[in-house]
Each structure stands twice: as structure tokens, then as C-alpha cells.
């Protein structure tokens, strides 16, 4: 394992200390680890990073202790040019749970990362405490059997145009994920002065790691979910639409759901303050208040 102090969640409390280890397939993970107590495990959605959670991070520091990993392909992480599917992330997560020894873990997923704490699932439950669902859904493609998600071509076309112009791309993106009652420029200038953004991620893992969202499919897990889970969406999310949450929230047997009423798809950044509390009460609940 490699160790540096590294600047990912700003001074405020103290750097995290940011690390790698080596996945199965000999891929170096990186990885930050700030505070201590009952762990908390932050997975990020495409395109970002570990950054993203910089504020969440920093809320939860000072009375947990919070790992946040970059996926293969994102961030600081190595980017091979082969598997990306969702279930090579979630062997990632899994193998930095197993190599860090922790237990009574709450895994928060956003995006992306929600489909990766899925798929993960079978093979951490044993280290599980809870789950935190932000943005997420158990199937980003529609078929004729799950209407609340986007259409195929919705995820070839992205991919199509990240080819093409990268750059643009991106910041296309990242405008799409607030609502129109949110303010897009406030929130982009607000991820930018906060550093949330972090390194941009390379070019084939975001291109495989979108093939692998267009075909995911892990509605099969939600029934057998048994720890309990927190399902966080935005009621004018259009990337991952709301009903992919409530969809999961109805199935999963020991469930929650909190609708943020404006929001987009990126509540981590632009209703940081009102997720964290969300967040709060629900780790309060798994872990009680000692």
C-alpha cells in the first residue's frame, strides 16, 4: 500500500490521508480515509470522483470515519483498458471493505454508485450496517418491464458525444443534473470553488463505464436487501428519473424514502445542507447516538 497526506477534502478538518491498494486484478484503487468511528463508504457517480463528497465528507468526519474510493478509470485511480462492468466496481468496493477490515459499514452510493452498492451487495451484506440510495436507480435503461428510466439511446448518444468533444460533453452534463429551480452557474461555480469536481476521468473508462450502465440490471438484488436503507431522490432528477427510487423504495423490505422537492440529480451539491441532515437521523437510527 501506498500512503501520502493528500489536500481531497480540504483543511478544515484536517487532511485525509490518501491511499491505495491493489484490486484482484492488480488495478491500484486509491482511496481517502478521514475520521474514525462506525465506517461510512461514499461511491460516487460517473464522470466525478471521490471529491464529490468533500462536504459530505466533511459534515460526518468528526464522528465517523469515512472512506472514499475513486472507481477504476476516475480520479486518482488506474484506468485499464478493459472491465468496466458495474460488477468490476463493485468487486473494487468490496475488496478495499475486505482489505480494510471494516465491519457495520453504511455503504452512500449517488448515481452510478448506487448501481455499484447493488451489485456489491451479495458479497459485502455480512460487513453491513445500512445503505444510502441518493440519485440512484437498479436499472439506468428503460424496458418494456421498468418504465422510470431513460431510454437506451439516451446512454449511446452520451457516450457518442463524449467521444467527440470530451470537454463539452462534461460540462453538458453536469448542467443537466440541476433542475431548472435550481440555479445551474451558482451550483457549477459552487462545484468549482469547493474543488468537487476533482480530476477529470479518463477517456475509456468513462466511455466503458457508460456501456456497462446502458446493460445493468440489478432489480433482482432489491428483495433480498435485509439491512436497512435510505432512498434520497429529487423530484425533478431527469437523469435518473424519481420513480427508479420509489420503484426500489416499494421492494425493498426495510426501506425509506425522502423526496427533495426541486432538486435535481446532484443534491450532494446543490442541497449538501439538507441531505446531510437526511443522512444524519438515518445513521442515527442504524447506529444509535453513542
Known amino acids: 500500500m501506498k500512503e501520502r497526506v493528500g489536500t481531497f477534502c480540504g483543511p478544515s478538518k484536517g487532511n485525509p490521508v490518501m491511499r491505495f491498494f491493489t484490486a484482484n486484478d492488480f488495478?491500484?484503487?486509491?482511496?481517502?480515509?478521514?475520521?474514525?468511528?462506525?465506517?461510512?463508504?461514499?461511491?460516487?457517480?460517473?464522470?466525478?470522483?471521490?471529491?464529490?463528497w468533500k462536504r459530505q465528507v466533511d459534515c460526518f468526519?468528526?464522528?465517523?470515519?469515512?472512506?472514499?474510493?475513486?472507481?477504476?478509470?476516475?480520479?486518482?485511480?488506474?484506468?485499464?483498458?478493459?472491465?468496466?462492468?458495474?460488477?468490476?466496481?463493485?468487486?473494487?468496493?468490496?475488496?478495499?471493505?475486505?482489505?480494510?477490515e471494516l465491519r457495520e459499514v453504511v455503504?452512500?452510493?449517488?448515481?452510478?454508485?448506487?448501481?455499484?452498492?447493488?451489485?456489491?451487495?451479495?458479497?459485502?451484506?455480512?460487513?453491513?450496517?445500512?445503505?444510502?440510495?441518493?440519485?440512484?436507480?437498479?436499472?439506468?435503461?428503460?424496458?418494456?418491464?421498468?418504465?422510470?428510466?431513460?431510454?437506451p439511446e439516451e446512454c449511446r448518444?452520451?457516450?457518442?458525444?463524449?467521444?467527440?468533444?470530451?470537454?463539452?460533453?462534461?460540462?453538458?452534463?453536469?448542467?443537466?443534473?440541476?433542475?431548472?429551480?435550481?440555479?445551474s452557474q451558482r451550483c457549477l461555480e459552487a462545484m468549482e470553488r469547493n474543488s468537487l469536481i476533482g480530476k477529470p476521468p479518463d477517456t475509456i473508462g468513462a466511455i466503458l463505464s457508460l456501456d456497462s450502465l446502458a446493460t445493468a440490471d440489478l432489480?433482482?438484488?432489491?428483495?433480498?436487501?435485509?439491512?436497512?436503507?435510505?432512498?434520497?431522490?429529487?423530484?425533478?432528477?431527469?437523469?435518473c428519473l424519481p420513480g427508479a427510487s420509489r420503484h426500489m423504495a416499494d421492494v425493498i423490505p426495510c426501506?425509506?424514502?425522502?423526496?427533495?422537492?426541486?432538486?435535481?440529480h446532484a443534491p450532494v451539491i446543490s442541497r449538501h445542507a439538507e441531505l446531510n441532515s437526511v443522512i444524519d437521523n438515518f445513521l442515527e437510527g442504524v447506529y444509535g447516538t453513542d
Not at 468526519?61 to 468496466?84: E, F, I, K, N, T
Not at 433482482?220 to 431527469?238: F, N, Q
Open 255 to 264: 426501506s425509506s424514502l425522502c423526496v427533495l422537492d426541486d432538486a435535481g
Open 27 to 52: 488495478v491500484n484503487i486509491h482511496y481517502a480515509d478521514k475520521g474514525a468511528g462506525r465506517p461510512l463508504v461514499f461511491i460516487h457517480g460517473w464522470s466525478f470522483c471521490g471529491a464529490v
Open 219 to 239: 432489480r433482482s438484488v432489491l428483495p433480498g436487501i435485509t439491512v436497512p436503507v435510505l432512498l434520497v431522490h429529487g423530484a425533478m432528477d431527469c437523469i
Open 61 to 100: 468526519s468528526g464522528r465517523y470515519r469515512c472512506v472514499v474510493p475513486d472507481l477504476r478509470g476516475h480520479g486518482y485511480s488506474d484506468a485499464p483498458s478493459s472491465r468496466y462492468d458495474i460488477s468490476d466496481l463493485a468487486g473494487d468496493v468490496s475488496a478495499l471493505l475486505s482489505f480494510m
Open 157 to 183: 448518444g452520451l457516450a457518442l458525444r463524449f467521444r467527440r468533444n470530451r470537454e463539452k460533453t462534461l460540462a453538458d452534463f453536469r448542467r443537466m443534473m440541476f433542475s431548472p429551480l435550481e440555479s
Open 107 to 151: 455503504l452512500v452510493g449517488w448515481s452510478m454508485g448506487v448501481l455499484v452498492a447493488l451489485s456489491a451487495h451479495a458479497i459485502v451484506k455480512e460487513r453491513l450496517a445500512g445503505m444510502v440510495f441518493i440519485s440512484g436507480t437498479p436499472r439506468f435503461t428503460a424496458t418494456d418491464d421498468f418504465s422510470c428510466a431513460l431510454p
